[in-house]
Nanobody
Framework: EVQLQASGGGLVQPGGSLRLSCAASGFALDDYGIGWFRQAPGKEREGVSFISVGRKFYGDSVNGRFTISRDNAKNTVYLQMNSLKPEDTAVYYC???????????????????WGQGTQVTVSS
């Protein structure tokens, strides 16, 4: 069974850091692209980052602050979030891409499997 589990969220102060994890089971991470999305109340689901073999992408709002990585041995994708801002507050989801092209990595409908989100709150 294909499963994705997002974890690592919590409450942090502005300027702080947090590391999210996406634990995958039922498939090998190296065979699929994985995306991180977030959704804040009243807003559309936003593509945050994406990783596949030889490719990494970041949304404009997080570029330079967030870093995506993978550990194939642990079958886990990470999202290191630094210099967090209140506007980063959202539920963060990881998902497995179903098809290319990579130019559409920001489109949620291109992902077939989704993990349960983890809440990130950035506040003083």
């Amino acid at each position: 069974e294909v499963q994705l589990q997002a974890s690592g969220g919590g409450l942090v102060q502005p300027g702080g850091s947090l590391r999210l994890s996406c634990a995958a089971s039922g498939f090998a991470l190296d065979d699929y692209g994985i995306g991180w999305f977030r959704q804040a109340p009243g807003k559309e689901r936003e593509g945050v980052s994406f990783i596949s073999v030889g490719r990494k992408f970041y949304g404009d709002s997080v570029n330079g602050r967030f870093t995506i990585s993978r550990d194939n041995a642990k079958n886990t994708v990470y999202l290191q979030m630094n210099s967090l801002k209140p506007e980063d507050t959202a539920v963060y989801y990881c998902a497995r891409a179903s098809r290319p092209p990579f130019s559409l990595w920001r489109v949620p409908t291109n992902y077939a499997y989704w993990g349960q989100g983890t809440q990130v709150t950035v506040s003083s």
